[in-house]
Structure formats: structure tokens, C-alpha cells
DNA sequence: GTGTTGACCACAG
DNA sequence: GCTGTGGCCAACA
């Protein structure tokens, strides 16, 4: 049976499948997308409880400084994934990351 | 209602 | 480069 999800987690996803393949976005980003606050670490703890983890594109999101973060399946799993996306991940830090970034509109 | 925790951010040292 | 501290917001015990 579906979980319940609060609107506020509702928000984060969808701010996740806005955007676009091949390209990345931040915690910050997504919060201020929502409530133009700095509550990243709002929005991280909607990600955490992730229920959904597969379905939203969760891993496309990563921190401010450029890290990946933290991932259910694992770093090194989202850095796999994002390797796919044609994002170019090193040492655990995106390369790019002002390339690949993308503002949620 | 209060306190703790968390996939965070910014600044200071 | 790293660590520590304060701050922000939401969910949970």
C-alpha cells in the first residue's frame, strides 16, 4: 500500500523530476525552488526518508560545495549513475559542477 | 509543546 | 585542504 508523503516531500520530488538528464542540481537549490528558504536540510530529510528512492530522480541532486552527498544506495552508486548521465564525477566531488548545474524554474 | 536528529549551508580558525 | 560552530527547516519520539 502507497505511504503517505507530506506535501512538502511531494514538492521535492517533483522539484527532482524537474530536472532535466544530464544535469544536476542542490539541496539549497530545490529548497528554494519550494519556500525560497536555505532549508536544505529540509529537503535532505524528505530525501532520506526517500520511499520512493527509485522512482524520483533523487540522484541527480547533490550538495552546494559540489559533493555528491549522501545516497540510499550509496555515494559511489550515485556517482555511477551520474557517470551515465554524462556527468563527470571526481574523487567523490562533481567535476563540472557549474556545467552540469541546473536552476529548478 | 519540547528536544533530538538529519542525504545541509555558511562562516571562522 | 579540514574541523568546529551556529543557523535554518521538517519529521519524529
Redesign the pocket.
Known amino acids: 500500500m502507497p505511504k503517505e508523503i507530506?506535501?512538502?516531500?511531494k514538492l521535492v520530488y517533483a522539484a527532482c523530476q524537474k530536472i532535466p538528464r544530464g544535469r544536476i542540481s542542490?539541496?539549497?537549490e530545490i529548497?528554494r525552488y519550494i519556500?525560497n528558504?536555505?532549508?536544505?536540510?529540509?529537503?535532505?530529510?524528505?530525501?532520506?526518508?526517500?520511499p520512493y528512492?527509485p522512482k524520483v530522480l533523487?540522484?541527480r541532486?547533490v550538495?552546494?560545495?559540489g559533493?555528491v552527498?549522501?545516497?540510499?544506495h550509496g555515494e559511489k552508486k550515485?556517482i555511477e549513475i551520474l557517470k551515465k548521465e554524462n556527468v563527470a564525477i571526481k574523487n567523490g566531488r562533481v567535476v563540472d559542477f557549474d556545467k552540469v548545474f541546473c536552476v529548478i524554474q
Request: proline letters at 3%; aromatic letters at 8%.
Open positions: 507530506t506535501p512538502f516531500e542542490t539541496y539549497a529548497a519556500k528558504s536555505k532549508s536544505a536540510r529540509a529537503v535532505g530529510n524528505a530525501l532520506n526518508r526517500n528512492a533523487c540522484h541532486v550538495r552546494s560545495d559533493t552527498g549522501g545516497f540510499v550515485k
